[in-house]
C-alpha cells in the first residue's frame, strides 16, 4: 500500500492512489476498474470523483458499465480514442459484451487497468473497528476478504455469524437468473469445478456452462477457485428454498451415481432438509439408489450416519431394513438393529431372513444371550454365520460335531473360521495353538477394521485366552492393536478398553482401572449386559484389591444384576470368578451359587479344559479361603493340580495354591512363597503374588522371613524394599517434621482417608500395627489430639 490522503487508505491499492497522485498533478486520467461485485469498485470510483473534483477538472466516472447499452459503451469508446477529457470506467468481468471489450482495450492502451482484490488479513483487521480486530482472522476465513462482506461483519462480537447477517445476502441472491442460482447451490454442494455434473445440471453444453460459472464468479460470491466463502455458503444454505436445494442435490447426486463417484457429501444434507429424524422419507424410488451409495460409504467411519440414511429412503424393502439394522447395530444402537431385523424374521421375504437373522445373533451375543443368537446363526446360510455359531456353541458348553465349514476366501468369512478354530482349540488343544489361531484372526481382520459387524473381535478372544494362560504381554499388544485399528467399530470399542483395564487390575495398576471406569461413566453411554459384566465386575475387583469395603458393598448389588442378566458363558468367567471372592467377602454366597454351578456344568460338557478352568478355580480358591471353608479350598486346589501339566501357567498357579494353603495353615516356608509369589508375578498376577508373599509375612514367626517376605512384597507391588527393614529412631533423635520410611507410609495413607484395616491390607501389616504407628507418631510430634495429629502429618506428606 502507499500513501494516500483519502479517508480509508488502507482500502485502496498502489495503483489506485497512483492514479489519484496523477488526477492531483493534473495529467489526463482514462482508466478502467475491474473486479467482481462487492469488491470496491464504486469506493474506488467515489475516491476518484473527489479527486478531480478537489483538482477542479471534469470526468466521465462510470460505474457498473456491464450493465449499460452498446451504444453508450460504444461513445465512451469513441471519447477515449479522441482523448476527449478524463474517463474512468469501472465494470465487472462479466458479462462482457463486444462492445464493454472494445471500451476495456481503448482503456488499456491509455492505462493498465486496476484489477482490485480481495482484503488480506491486515486489511481487514484494519478497516474493522477497534472492538472487532480480535476477531480479523474469523472474518478474513469466513468472508474471503471481499470487502462487502467484511463491512456486514464489521459489528460482531463473538466469532459466530449472527441471523441478520446471514438475512442481509437475500438482496445479493434474488436478483440472480435461475442457472447462476443453479449454480451457487453446485458449488455449495462442494462440485463447482465438476464440469460433467454442472452440464447435466443445467442441461448445457460446454461453452453455456462456461457463461454460467463466469457469472456466478461475477457476482462475487464465488471465489475463482469455485469455493464458497463459508458466509456465503451459510447464506446459500439457509435463504434457498428448502425444494430447490432439495432438486439440485438429488440431480447432483444421481449424475454423479451414474459416473460412478460418490455421493455422500452430496446426500447427506438431505436428511436435515428434509426432516428432523432418520424415520423422516426424504428419497422416493428415484434416489433410493444415492442414499443406498451414500450408506455405504458412511458404514465404515460413521454408521450412525448409515442409518439415518437408510431410513430417510420412503421405499424401503426387507433388504433396506437388513442394512439399517446392520448399520444401527455398528452403532450401538442393538435396540433399533433388533427391532429391524425381527420384523424381516417375522413376516419378510425369505430372501433376507438369513442375513437379519445374523445381525440379531450378533446383537444378542452383545447382550449376553449367547445360546439364542447361536440358535438364530443356524437360520442364515453364509459361512460367517457358520463361524459365529461354532464360537457361540463352545461358549455354552457345547462341542460342535461337524468339522468346520470351508470358509470363501473374504476377509469376513476367513477371519471369522480362524475366530471359530481358535475358539475350539482353546476347549481341545494347547494354549499356545489356540492363541496362535485367535491372533491370526486378528490380523486377517486388521484391513475390515471398523467396517464388520462382530459378535466378538477376533482380539478380544485372543485377549481373554492370554489372560486364561497367563500371557498379559500378549493380551496387551493384541488389544492395543485393536483399539489403534478400530477393529469391530464403535461397538467394540469398550470392550477392548474394559479387557485393557482388566490386565492393568491384575497387575495392581488400580489407578489405571480405576481411570477406566471413570472414562466410561463421563461418555454417558449406557453399557450392553456383556460390557456392564465386566464393568462391574472391575470395580469389584479395583474395590476388593483396595480395601475398599464402602465401594465394594455399594457395588454388590450391581454385580448381582449384572450376572442376572447375562447368563453365563465361557467367556465372562473373569467377572464371574472376581464376583464369587467378593460374595465371600460379603458373605453373600447363596446369591453367585447358582451361577457358579452353571459354570462348573459348562466347563464339564466340555471336558473340564483347563486353560478355561484354572482361573476360575483359582477365584473359588480364594472364596474358599476368605469364607474359611477349608475343605471347599482344598477341592479347587487339588483341581488346579490337575491341570499342572497343561501349561506353564497352569503349574505356577497350582503351586500357589498350594502355598497359599500352607500360609493360611500357619506354615510358612520363605522359600517356597517366595517362588510362588514370583511365578504369579511372571504370569501378570502381580497383586496375587504381592499378596501373598505380604499374608505370608504376616503369618510367620520367623523375623527373618518376614522382613524378607515384605520386602519381596513391596517389589512386586511395585515398591522399595530397603526402607523396610529400617527401624523407627529413637525419639530424641527424631525432629517434629520428620518420619521413618514406614510411618511416612503410614501417614501418608492416614491423610488419604483409609483406615487402619485397609492400611494394614494396602501395606501387609496388621490394623493393631498400623494403630501402634500412628500412637508412636502422635507421640513423636507432641499432638494432643488426632486433629492435631492430621495437620502435621498433612504438612509432613503434603
Known amino acids: ?42 469506493t474506488v470510483l467515489r475516491e476518484v470523483a473527489r479527486a478531480f473534483e478537489d483538482a477542479g ?14 451504444a453508450e459503451l460504444l461513445d465512451l469508446r469513441a471519447r477515449v480514442e479522441r482523448g476527449d477529457g478524463n474517463v474512468v470506467v469501472a465494470y465487472r468481468p462479466w458479462p462482457r459484451s463486444r462492445a464493454l471489450a472494445a471500451l476495456a482495450e481503448s482503456l488499456g492502451r491509455a492505462r493498465p487497468a486496476v484489477a482490485l482484490e480481495p482484503f488480506t488479513r491486515e486489511q481487514v483487521r484494519a478497516v474493522l473497528p477497534p472492538p472487532a480486530r480480535g476477531l480479523a482472522e474469523f472474518v478474513h476465513q469466513q468472508t474471503g476478504g471481499v470487502p462487502r462482506f467484511v463491512r456486514r461483519l464489521a459489528g460482531l462480537t463473538a466469532a459466530e455469524v449472527p441471523p441478520e447477517v446471514v438475512a442481509s445476502f437475500r438482496a445479493d441472491l434474488d436478483w440472480l437468473d435461475a442457472d447462476v442460482r443453479k449454480y451457487l447451490l453446485a458449488a455449495e454442494a462442494g462440485v463447482a469445478l465438476r464440469l460433467d455434473l454442472l452440464r447435466g445440471l443445467l442441461d448445457a453444453d460446454a461453452d453455456a456452462v462456461g457463461d454460467v460459472i463466469e457469472a456466478g464468479r461475477a457476482t462475487g460470491l464465488v471465489a475463482a477457485d469455485g469455493a464458497l466463502p463459508p458466509v456465503v455458503r451459510l447464506a446459500v444454505a439457509s435463504l434457498t428454498r428448502a425444494d430447490r436445494r432439495i432438486a439440485v442435490r438429488q440431480r447432483l447426486a444421481e449424475l454423479q451415481l451414474r459416473s460412478g463417484g460418490p455421493v455422500l457429501d452430496l446426500v447427506r444434507p438431505l436428511i436435515a432438509v428434509g426432516g428432523t429424524g432418520a424415520q423422516t422419507p426424504v428419497a422416493g424410488p428415484d434416489m433410493a439408489r444415492a442414499f443406498l451409495a451414500a450408506a455405504d460409504e458412511a458404514l465404515p467411519g460413521d454408521p450412525g450416519l448409515a442409518a439415518r440414511l437408510l431410513g430417510a429412503i420412503g421405499t424401503a424393502g426387507d433388504d433396506v431394513a437388513v442394512r439399517r439394522a ?67 456353541q463352545v461358549g455354552t458348553g457345547r462341542l460342535p460335531a461337524a468339522p468346520l465349514p470351508v470358509a470363501p476366501p473374504t476377509l469376513l468369512d476367513g477371519g471369522a473360521a480362524l475366530m471359530a478354530q481358535g475358539v475350539v482349540e482353546s476347549v481341545t488343544s494347547s494354549a499356545t495353538t489356540a492363541l496362535s489361531t485367535l491372533v491370526r484372526a486378528a490380523g486377517l481382520l486388521e484391513p475390515a477394521g471398523r467396517s464388520v459387524l462382530l459378535p466378538d473381535t477376533p482380539a478380544a478372544l485372543a485377549a481373554l485366552v492370554a489372560v486364561h494362560s497367563g ?87 450391581q454385580a448381582c444384576e449384572a450376572v442376572l442378566r447375562h447368563p453365563v458363558d465361557l467367556f465372562a468367567f473373569l467377572p464371574l470368578g472376581e464376583f464369587a471372592t467378593a460374595a465371600a467377602r460379603l458373605r453373600d454366597q447363596h446369591r453367585l451359587a447358582p451361577h457358579l454351578a452353571a459354570a462348573r456344568d459348562l466347563l464339564r460338557d466340555l471336558g473340564d479344559p483347563c486353560l478355561w478352568a484354572v482361573p476360575l478355580h483359582w477365584s473359588a480358591l480364594h472364596a474358599a479361603i476368605i469364607a474359611e471353608e477349608t475343605a471347599v479350598a482344598e477341592e479347587h486346589a487339588a483341581s488346579l493340580a ?157
Request: charged share 25%; hydrophobic share 45%.
Open 642 to 798: 490337575a491341570c499342572r501339566g497343561s501349561s506353564r501357567y497352569a503349574a505356577i498357579v497350582s503351586t500357589a495354591a498350594e502355598s497359599w494353603l500352607d500360609v493360611v495353615a500357619g506354615k510358612v516356608d520363605a522359600d517356597q512363597v517366595e517362588e510362588a509369589a514370583r511365578g504369579l508375578q511372571a504370569v501378570g498376577q502381580w497383586w496375587d503374588a504381592a499378596r501373598l508373599a505380604g499374608q505370608a509375612a504376616i503369618r510367620t514367626s520367623d523375623r527373618q522371613a518376614m522382613v524378607r517376605l515384605l520386602d519381596c512384597a513391596r517389589l512386586l507391588q511395585g515398591r522399595t524394599a530397603g526402607g523396610a527393614r529400617r527401624q523407627p529412631e529413637p525419639a530424641a533423635e527424631v525432629d517434629a517434621g520428620k518420619l521413618s520410611d514406614r510411618e511416612r507410609e503410614v501417614a501418608e495413607l492416614v491423610v488419604n482417608g483409609l483406615t487402619y484395616k485397609q492400611i494394614g491390607d494396602r501395606l501387609f501389616i496388621s490394623a493393631k500395627t498400623v494403630e501402634h504407628h500412628v500412637a508412636r507418631m502422635r507421640q513423636r510430634l507432641g499432638c494432643a489430639s488426632r486433629a492435631e495429629l492430621l495437620d502435621q502429618l498433612r504438612r509432613i506428606v503434603g
Open 326 to 392: 446392520v448399520a444401527s447395530a455398528m452403532a450401538g444402537d442393538l435396540d433399533a438393529a433388533l427391532r429391524l431385523a425381527d420384523q424381516v424374521l417375522s413376516g419378510g421375504d425369505p430372501r433376507h431372513r438369513g442375513a437379519a437373522a445374523e445381525v440379531a445373533a450378533i446383537a444378542l451375543a452383545h447382550r449376553g444371550q449367547l445360546a439364542r443368537g447361536t440358535e438364530l446363526h443356524r437360520w442364515s446360510p453364509s459361512a460367517t454365520s457358520a463361524a459365529f455359531a461354532v464360537i457361540g
Open 471 to 557: 500371557e498379559p504381554g500378549i493380551a496387551e499388544s493384541v488389544l492395543d492393536r485393536a483399539v489403534a485399528t478400530s477393529s469391530g467399530g464403535a461397538l467394540m470399542a469398550v470392550r477392548h478398553r474394559l479387557l485393557r483395564a482388566w490386565i492393568a487390575m491384575q497387575r495392581g495398576n488400580l489407578a489405571q482401572a480405576r481411570e477406566a471406569l471413570v472414562a466410561l461413566r463421563k461418555a454417558g453411554r449406557p453399557l450392553e449386559p456383556r460390557d456392564w459384566l465386566f464393568a462391574v465386575a472391575l470395580e469389584i475387583g479395583v474395590a476388593r484389591r483396595d480395601s475398599d469395603l464402602a465401594t465394594l458393598k455399594r457395588t454388590w448389588e
Open 1 to 42: 500500500m502507499s500513501p494516500s490522503t483519502t479517508a480509508h487508505p488502507v482500502l485502496l491499492p498502489q495503483p489506485v492512489t497512483q492514479v489519484l497522485d496523477a488526477i492531483a498533478a493534473g495529467a489526463a486520467v482514462r482508466l478502467g476498474v475491474v473486479a467482481p461485485g462487492g469488491h470496491g469498485k464504486t
Open 57 to 70: 477538472a471534469s470526468a466521465a466516472v462510470v460505474d457498473d458499465a456491464h450493465l449499460l447499452p452498446d
